[in-house]
């Protein structure tokens, strides 16, 4: 965390600005010679996209800040239809713990998944506050603990999308599950030994305990849990419920769990 930093404005805008609002930068791309378009998140509009005029400049009061995962008041111009001016951003915190390998392939990880969630100016508040927390806790959480954190977060961003199995219940009879569900190819969801048919694949009893204690726990709770198993076991699930709410299989997924 660093002190709120005040940079000054864009050259050439002084009128009608928009009340600057919190984001986090979740990409960027370069624009001509000298620009950059910058796509960030906030809680009251969604994702947003401006063009930061002259940011590669040396002499930009862009740079520096408006970087990956850096969390800024940023002021828009106001939409008219085409592409929007960031006008102004104003440098709230730039997480130097995430730049750790682990802790920045989480977070990338988080931010991917973040961004496949939200859609253009529409709110989403659950997942920017899953965003924002899961950021928080990535950044101070043991080093030991980060793919654990990583799959509660994507247990939590399930939920928020409405597509988080039920994980002590039968999706087709309700009945309790107990230690053991199954799951077939037919249905994302958990079913009970009855309604498995071959071929049905076997759910660990550890795996289904470690996922429950994720989603029954809060965030803060997570780190110090007593894990019993390795993340990756457990991360095949939510990477086909992800892959079925997001249809896509999110790639720094793969490498983040890879590692032992
Ligand atoms: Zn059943």
């Known amino acids: 965390m660093t002190a709120a930093t005040d940079v000054g404005r864009a050259p050439g805008r002084r009128s009608r600005q928009a009340p600057p609002v919190r984001v986090i930068v979740l990409?960027?791309?370069?624009?001509?010679?000298?620009?950059r378009i910058v796509t960030c998140v906030s809680r009251e509009h969604g994702r947003l996209t401006g063009?930061?005029?002259?940011a590669h400049r040396p002499d930009s009061p862009f740079l520096g800040r408006v970087d990956f995962l850096?969390?800024?008041?940023?002021?828009?111009?106001?939409?008219?239809g085409g592409l929007r001016l960031l006008e102004r951003a104003e440098l709230v915190c730039e997480r130097r713990s995430l730049r750790e390998p682990l802790r920045?392939?989480?977070a990338s990880h988080l931010a991917q998944l973040c961004d496949f969630a939200m859609l253009d100016d529409r709110p989403e508040p659950d997942v920017f506050d899953l965003l924002l927390g899961?950021?928080?806790?990535?950044?101070?959480?043991?080093?030991?603990?980060v793919q654990h954190v990583v799959?509660?977060?994507?247990l939590r961003l399930l939920a928020a999308l409405g597509a988080l199995p039920?994980?002590?219940?039968?999706?087709?009879?309700?009945?309790?599950?107990?230690?053991?569900?199954f799951r077939v190819d037919e249905t994302p969801g958990l079913v009970c030994r009855t309604h498995a048919p071959p071929p049905y694949y076997a759910i660990s009893p550890a795996v289904l305990h470690l996922l429950r204690t994720l989603h029954d726990s809060s965030g803060r709770q997570w780190p110090g849990l007593p894990f019993t198993?390795?993340?990756?076991?457990?991360?095949?699930?939510?990477?086909?419920?992800?892959?079925?709410?997001?249809?896509?299989?999110?790639?720094l997924r793969a490498m983040l769990f890879a590692r032992d």
């Open 134 to 145: 899961g950021l928080n806790l990535l950044e101070r959480c043991p080093a030991a603990a």
């Open 104 to 106: 920045f392939l989480a």
């Open 229 to 251: 198993i390795p993340a990756r076991l457990a991360a095949p699930l939510p990477a086909l419920w992800l892959a079925a709410a997001t249809e896509q299989r999110p790639r």
């Open 166 to 181: 039920d994980l002590h219940h039968c999706v087709v009879c309700d009945s309790p599950l107990g230690d053991h569900g």
């Open 27 to 35: 990409r960027r791309s370069d624009f001509r010679e000298s620009s």
């Open 151 to 154: 799959l509660g977060l994507e």
């Open 51 to 54: 063009l930061a005029k002259g």
């Open 70 to 80: 850096n969390e800024l008041m940023a002021t828009f111009s106001p939409d008219r």
